[in-house]
């Protein structure tokens, strides 16, 4: 059983800076990429930043430049650095981990974490 907690979501003001964690837990083999989505009330769950097991990163336009995503293999953990917060950036954001391998030749998962909540104050 593979298990993603995520951890470091609460409140901040604008302008300010938050670390999301997640770590993914259980008899895994190997994770291809793990990433942070977000979703707001009303609204689509969207990607916010992915990165592969070899540190090759992608972002959402609106996060460019301000977000920074990072991991750590060894420890299947991800991080989320987010700077310079927008009330935009208010949203639950989850981590996902996809093309998860529990063995070498096995199938391919995809997990996602419970949710954390960020909200932005004035």
């Known amino acids: 059983q593979v298990q993603l907690v995520e951890s470091g979501g609460g409140l901040v003001q604008a302008g300010g800076s938050l670390r999301l964690s997640c770590t993914a837990s259980?008899?895994?083999?190997?994770?291809?990429?793990m990433a942070w989505y977000r979703q707001a009330p009303g609204k689509q769950r969207e990607l916010v930043a992915g990165?592969?097991?070899?540190?090759?990163?992608n972002y959402a336009d609106s996060v460019k430049g301000r977000f920074a995503i990072s991991r750590e293999n060894a420890k299947n953990t991800v991080y989320l650095q987010m700077n310079s917060l927008k009330h935009g950036d208010a949203s639950v954001y989850y981590c996902?981990?996809?093309?998860?391998?529990?063995?070498?030749?096995?199938?391919?998962?995809?997990?996602w974490g419970q949710g954390t909540q960020l909200t932005v104050s004035s």
């Open positions: 990165i592969t097991s070899g540190g090759r990163t």
């Open positions: 996902n981990a996809d093309g998860v391998r529990l063995e070498y030749y096995g199938a391919l998962y995809e997990y």
């Open positions: 259980g008899s895994i083999f190997s994770i291809n990429v």
